[in-house]
């Protein structure tokens, strides 16, 4: 090859750098989960099965069978004095409704207002990162805490439900009994389905940072709306739309203690919260990409 040939090679543009950059999110993810707030947010989630085991031994004699009492609470809380592995599941049917999507709603609210309100904004779209490449990691990163915040909440039960109750075979709510360690692998689904739950929590939230360069704002936001639609879930008079309500369909994981498993209302689920990331997400990309970022 010429030396020419060679000049010509040597100043060949470069290929475009994917889209999805591994280190930018692997940087991203580290520092979301070293900030306060986000481990005090783990620890809360942490601590509500403890709090939820402890407040049902308590209730039924240090542990004696019988439990749950009243009739009261999610539909699996009288088994959790009889398998310690109940607790997992009654743990997340307690904080789904609130704790679990209000700690996305403030990593969601605050991800991209809270760059801006912190003027670091600017610099993260610095070439070789783009809105479109930050954008993608940021919703990432909240998907990332939605699978990390389950889990916390999943293991946390289950080695306070080992500690206080017995384990053992599982009997499922159609009444067929699984050996422990298929208890434990519909636990770990069940835990995978809640945090599938939440992708529409997360997109609502990160397009409600789009639009504000307050991270407090963002968040409350997005906690208010939280609460605003699920009391709207409640309502008989919107029978109608409640289908359409992100999380109308949430606890439908405990049809995965079903045999055979009864996916209709789970499928719906998924489903509609692919609707919510798609929508939300398009709208967060379409604003944040036209955006004047001042800060």
Known sequence: MSQAELSQAGAAPRSPRPLWSLGLLRSEITMTFRRWRTLALLAVLAGVPVLVGVAVRNETGHGRSGGGGGGGGPAFISQVTNNGVFLVFTSLAVTLPFFLPMA?????????????HGGTLRYLLVAPAGRTRLLLVKYATTLTFCLVGTL??????????????????????????????????????????VALSLVGVAAIGLFLSTLTTSGIAAM?????????????????????????????YWLSFADLLRDPVYWDQLAKNFGLQAVYAAVFGTAAWARFTTRDITA
């Open 220 to 248: 409350a936001t997005t906690v208010g709306l939280l609460i605003t639609v699920q009391i709207l879930d409640t309502l008989p008079q919107l029978e109608a739309i409640q289908p359409y309500l992100f999380p109308h």
């Open 104 to 116: 996305i709603g403030v990593i969601a609210g605050d991800s991209i207002a809270g760059e801006a």
């Open 152 to 193: 916390t909440v999943a293991l946390s039960a289950l080695a306070t439900g080992a500690l206080l109750f017995p384990l053992g075979d599982v009997t499922l709510l159609s009444g067929t009994s699984i050996p422990l360690a298929e208890g434990l692998l519909r636990a770990l689904a069940i835990a995978g389905a």
